[in-house]
């Protein structure tokens, strides 16, 4: 199947520094989305991005689908930022999305 | 807030108890799906159901039972569980996993946190 992989696996950042965190996965891809879990548990979409750049306030995604990689920037982090990021991968539109490990972000004031 | 929403948001129920997870989603979603969270792990899939019927089961133990009663609905009922099942439950909507193109994301709950003792 897909594999998928994130990195970093963990981020320390000061406030207001900005961070990318990337998501590489082995074949072609229809489906992809970026989400973030925070410390409570809540797992909430940012991004529906299988393939061009979309922004969403502070943050923005990229993916480039012929290479097989994609971009998750937060700009002036905050301390609300922290959390798991998962990036999960699908090869159509009606399969189940693979998630990465993710990438443990801990922002600090 | 969540548009998905599940109860309850702790369990802690013995290994002979029959409990029962339940979640709702009114944004006319026809997907919905169970997860499992262990701490430190990314979700993993238990089951989907597309159109009120089941179409995945990812080799789920039958001590887990799903159940979607109608399309808003869906449950899960746990029976004979073990301390290993203790994990963070999520139930997911998307709009259309047949014939979804470029608007289908996945909508999360915000789970229950389920303790086996």
């Known amino acids: 199947g897909i594999q998928v992989e994130q990195s970093p696996p963990d981020l320390i950042l000061q406030e207001g520094a900005n961070s990318t965190l990337r998501c590489n996965f082995s074949d072609s891809v229809n489906n992809l989305q970026w989400f973030h879990q925070n410390p409570w548990g809540q797992l909430i979409n940012l991004f529906y991005?299988?393939?061009g750049t979309k922004q969403n306030g502070r943050l923005s995604a990229t993916t480039v689908a012929t290479e097989r990689y994609s971009l998750l920037y937060i700009s002036s982090s905050q301390t609300t930022d922290s959390g798991v990021y998962f990036c999960?991968?699908?090869?159509?539109?009606?399969?189940?999305?693979?998630f990465g490990k993710g990438t443990r972000l801990s922002v600090i004031a | 807030d969540t548009e998905v929403t599940q109860t309850p948001k702790h369990l802690v129920m013995g290994m002979t108890n029959k409990k029962s997870l339940k979640c709702e989603q009114h944004?006319?979603?026809?997907?919905m799906y169970w997860y499992k969270q262990k701490a430190k792990k990314p979700p993993e899939l238990m089951f989907v159901y597309s159109y009120e019927k089941l179409s995945i089961n990812e080799s789920v133990p039958s001590r887990f039972s799903p159940e979607c009663p109608n399309s808003s609905l869906l449950n899960l009922h746990l029976h004979a569980l073990q301390p290993e099942d203790s994990a963070l439950y999520l139930c997911a909507s998307s709009q259309d996993p047949l014939t979804a193109v470029d608007n289908s994301p996945l909508h999360f709950g915000n789970g229950t946190r389920l303790t086996v003792t």
């Open positions: 944004m006319g979603h026809r997907a």
């Open positions: 991005i299988p393939s």
């Open positions: 999960a991968v699908g090869p159509s539109g009606n399969t189940p999305l693979v």
